[in-house]
């Protein structure tokens, strides 16, 4: 088991910047890779990024593609860069996690992570 704990939510005026972190704990000796979610009020949820447990190939959703950038500085902690920050990015961002023996594995689909977090808000304003 891994529990996974956001941090960094916060409000932000557009054009403005947030880092987000997420922490794992619990079986953190597997290997994880990891990956980003977001979801707005009435819509899907949407993946923002992922991250193989390599740290050495990262993907990016179409929405936020230039404008994010995913790294971990360890195999149990993941950050989520935000730059120019437009109020349609504001939603609950989840953190996920996938145990995997395949260190460039980058899981792009939200049911293909078994580990969720409980989610930090981000909210920019216009």
């Known amino acids: 088991q891994v529990q996974l704990v956001e941090s960094g939510g916060g409000l932000v005026q557009a054009g403005g910047s947030l880092r987000l972190s997420c922490a794992a704990s619990?079986?953190?000796?597997?290997?994880?890779?990891m990956g980003w979610f977001r979801q707005a009020p009435g819509k899907e949820r949407e993946f923002v990024g992922g991250?193989?447990?390599?740290?050495?190939?990262r993907y990016y959703g179409d929405s936020v593609e230039g404008r994010c950038t995913i790294s971990r500085d360890n195999k149990s902690t993941m950050y989520l860069q935000m730059n120019s920050l437009k109020p349609e990015d504001t939603a609950l961002y989840y953190c996920?996690?996938?145990?995997?023996?395949?260190?460039?594995?980058?899981?792009?689909?939200?049911?293909?992570?078994?580990?969720w977090g409980q989610g930090t808000q981000v909210t920019v304003s216009s």
């Open positions: 996920a996690a996938v145990e995997t023996g395949q260190i460039s594995w980058v899981p792009r689909s939200s049911d293909q992570f078994h580990y």
């Open positions: 991250i193989s447990w390599s740290g050495g190939r």
């Open positions: 619990g079986r953190t000796s597997s290997r994880y890779a």
